[in-house]
C-alpha cells in the first residue's frame, strides 16, 4: 500500500485535544469535554493506526486539532486513490457521504460512517480504535476512568481516477482528525 | 435493615438516555426484554409539553412508560412529595414492597457522575435497596460512566432534593428545573403480548398508522414532524429559545428511533425476514440524520440565521428518508 498523508491543519476549527491546566477555548463536543493531549502524541506526529500512517494530532493551527464537518473542501495531492482512511469521531454515531472530486470535474459520492467518542459506547460501523484515553476533560476537571475514543475509518474509491479533493459532509456531529489517501499498489498489480 | 432487590442489570443502548436506560433496567427486572417492550413504539407526538429534563419524552409527561411502550400493558405515575422525608419514606417503602423504582436526581450531588460538585443537571436512575445502618442506598445508573453500588443517604437525598440552580455554562438544557424529591412508580401487568409474528404485525400497524394518520395532523404522525421541523428552522433566526427546545426534543427522538431499529432487526433474524433487516438499517440511517441535526441545532447560538439552509437541507433530507422507511414498511405489511 502506498500512502499519501494529507496535512489538515489549515481546515482544523475544534480544539478537542486539550493539555492538562489549560482554560480557553476547548471543546471537542457540544458540552466542551476533550481528550486529555498528555495521553497522545506531540501535534504532527507521524503515526500508525491499523496499519496506516497518519499525522496525527494534526500540526498545530490556529484553529484546532480537528475538523468540525461542516462541508469544507480538503485539496489533497493528485492521485489515483483506492481508500480514503480517516481518523474521527461522533458526538453520536452518524453516516453521510463524502464527495470525491476527479480531475476530470467528475464527482462521486462515498459513504463515510463515523462512531461516536462517547464512553463505553464500542464502534457501530466495525472501524478499529485509533485512540482511547484513560480520562475525559471536563472544563474544570478531568474525570479518570471514563474514556472516549477515536476511530479509524475507511472509505472506498469505487470508481477509479485521479482525485484532487474530497468534500466533507456538511454534518457537524462529525470530527476529522486525519486524513491519509491509500493506493492499494498489490491489488493493481495482482490485476 | 438492608434491602437488596434482584435482578438489576446493566442495560443501555448506544442512542438512548438516561430515560430509556433507566426504563430497560426496571423492564429487565419485571422479566421483559428492553428491546421487545422499548423498541416497538416508533412514533412522532409533540404537543409543546417541553421540560428541562434528561428523561423528557414528548407528550407523555405524565405517564412517561405509557409513552415508551404504548403497545405493551406498562404505565408509570410520577409521585410528588411534598419533601425531603416524605420522599424517602415513599421510595424505601416501595422498595420494602419489592419494587426498584425510578427517581429523579441531580448529578451535582451523585459522587460517580462527572457533573459531581461541578454542574447541576436533571437526570433519572434506578433505586434497587438501602442499607439503614450504613447510611446508603443502592443506586443503578448504566449512563456512562456506569455505576451500580452504594451511595450516601445523604447526598442521594440532596440529589432528590435540588432546586437544579444553573451553575456554569455547562448542562443549560437540563437546568433551571428543580428535582422535587420526584419518583416513578412502575405498573407492569402480569400478561404482555408475546413476540410472534401477529404481535409484531400489529405494532407496526399501528406505527404506519400513528405516522400516516394520527389524531392530531399538526402536532402529531409525519405531519406533526414535518411540522415541527419546518416551523422551529424558519423561526430559529429570531427566537435564540428554540436552540433549547430543538435539542431536547430530538434527544428522545432520536432515541425512539434507534430503539425501533435495534427492534426491527430483532424481528427480522428472529423471523428470518431479510426486508425487515432492510427496513431497520433504513430506520438507522433516520437516526443518523437526527444525530446530525441534534449536533446542527445545537452548534449553531452564535449564528442562527447563518445555519438556517443547512438546517433546511438536513430536515428535508431527514424527512425524505423517513418517508422511504414508512414506504418500505408498508411493502412489508402488504
Same mark, same amino acid.
Given at each position: ?5 494529507? @496535512? ?16 480557553? @477555548? ?157 493506493? @492499494? ?7 | ?72 400493558? =406498562? ?157 422551529? =428552522? ?94 418500505? =414498511? ?5
Amino acid at each position: 500500500m502506498k500512502n499519501t498523508v494529507v @496535512d489538515i491543519s489549515a481546515l482544523c476549527d475544534n480544539r478537542g485535544i486539550q493539555p492538562p491546566g489549560t482554560e480557553g @477555548d476547548y471543546g471537542f463536543n457540544i458540552w466542551s469535554n476533550t481528550f486529555p493531549a498528555e495521553e497522545l502524541p506531540e501535534p504532527g506526529s507521524l503515526v500508525p493506526v491499523a496499519g496506516v500512517p497518519f499525522e496525527f494530532p494534526a500540526r498545530p493551527a490556529p484553529g484546532g486539532d480537528n475538523i468540525r464537518c461542516r462541508g469544507q473542501l480538503v485539496p489533497v495531492p493528485p492521485g489515483d486513490y483506492d481508500w480514503l482512511y480517516l481518523l474521527g469521531a461522533a458526538e453520536r454515531r452518524t453516516e453521510d457521504q463524502v464527495l470525491l472530486h476527479y480531475r476530470d470535474g467528475t464527482v462521486r459520492a462515498e459513504w463515510l460512517r463515523m462512531s461516536d467518542f462517547w464512553p463505553q459506547t464500542e464502534a457501530r460501523f466495525g472501524e478499529p480504535l485509533a485512540f482511547r484515553t484513560s480520562a475525559m476533560r471536563y472544563p474544570r476537571h478531568t474525570h479518570p476512568a471514563h474514556a472516549p475514543s477515536i476511530w479509524q475509518q475507511r472509505v472506498p474509491v469505487t470508481v477509479p481516477g485521479e482525485i484532487t479533493a474530497v468534500r466533507l459532509p456538511d454534518n457537524p456531529a462529525m470530527h476529522v482528525f486525519a486524513l491519509t489517501l491509500g493506493t @492499494d499498489l498489490e491489488a493493481r498489480r495482482a490485476s | 435493615m438492608r434491602v437488596e432487590l434482584a435482578p438489576v442489570r446493566y442495560w443501555r443502548h448506544d442512542l438512548g438516555h438516561c430515560l430509556h436506560t433507566t426504563a430497560g433496567v426496571l423492564l429487565d427486572h419485571h422479566g421483559l426484554d428492553p428491546i421487545e417492550v422499548l423498541g416497538a413504539w416508533w412514533g412522532f407526538h409533540y404537543p409543546g409539553d417541553l421540560r428541562r429534563e434528561e428523561y423528557y419524552l414528548p407528550g407523555a409527561a405524565e405517564s412517561l412508560f405509557t409513552g415508551l411502550a404504548p403497545h405493551h400493558r =406498562i404505565s408509570s405515575r410520577w409521585h410528588t412529595p411534598a419533601d425531603a422525608e416524605t420522599g424517602w419514606r415513599e421510595v424505601r417503602a416501595q422498595l420494602l414492597a419489592g419494587r426498584p423504582v425510578a427517581v429523579a436526581a441531580d448529578n451535582f450531588h451523585l459522587p460517580f457522575r462527572p457533573a459531581y460538585r461541578d454542574v447541576h443537571t436533571n437526570h433519572l436512575l434506578t433505586v434497587y435497596g438501602f442499607d439503614d445502618e450504613a447510611g446508603q442506598v443502592l443506586v443503578a445508573d448504566p449512563v456512562p460512566p456506569a455505576f451500580q453500588g452504594a451511595v450516601p443517604l445523604a447526598e442521594f437525598t440532596a440529589a432528590r432534593d435540588s432546586g437544579n440552580p444553573v451553575k456554569h455554562d455547562r448542562d443549560l438544557f437540563f437546568t433551571a428545573n428543580p428535582i422535587g424529591n420526584r419518583w416513578l412508580e412502575l405498573t407492569v401487568e402480569d400478561r404482555q403480548p408475546a413476540f410472534d409474528q401477529d404481535f409484531f404485525r400489529h405494532v407496526l400497524t399501528e406505527n404506519q398508522r400513528g405516522f400516516t394518520d394520527p389524531a392530531d395532523r399538526a402536532t402529531s404522525g409525519l405531519s406533526g414532524l414535518r411540522t415541527f421541523l419546518t416551523s422551529t =428552522i424558519d423561526a430559529l433566526a429570531d427566537d435564540a429559545g428554540l436552540v433549547d427546545e430543538m435539542f431536547v426534543v430530538i434527544g428522545p427522538v432520536l432515541a425512539v428511533a434507534g430503539l425501533h431499529a435495534e427492534y426491527l432487526a430483532m424481528a427480522g433474524r428472529r423471523f428470518d425476514d431479510h426486508r425487515l433487516l432492510e427496513c431497520a438499517r433504513l430506520v438507522d440511517r433516520v437516526c443518523h440524520h437526527w444525530a446530525a441535526l441534534r449536533i446542527a441545532v445545537a452548534t449553531c447560538r452564535a449564528d442562527r440565521a447563518a445555519a438556517v439552509p443547512s438546517l433546511r437541507r438536513r430536515a428535508q433530507r431527514l424527512l425524505t428518508e423517513h418517508e422511504l422507511v414508512l414506504t418500505e =414498511i408498508d411493502r412489508v405489511l402488504a
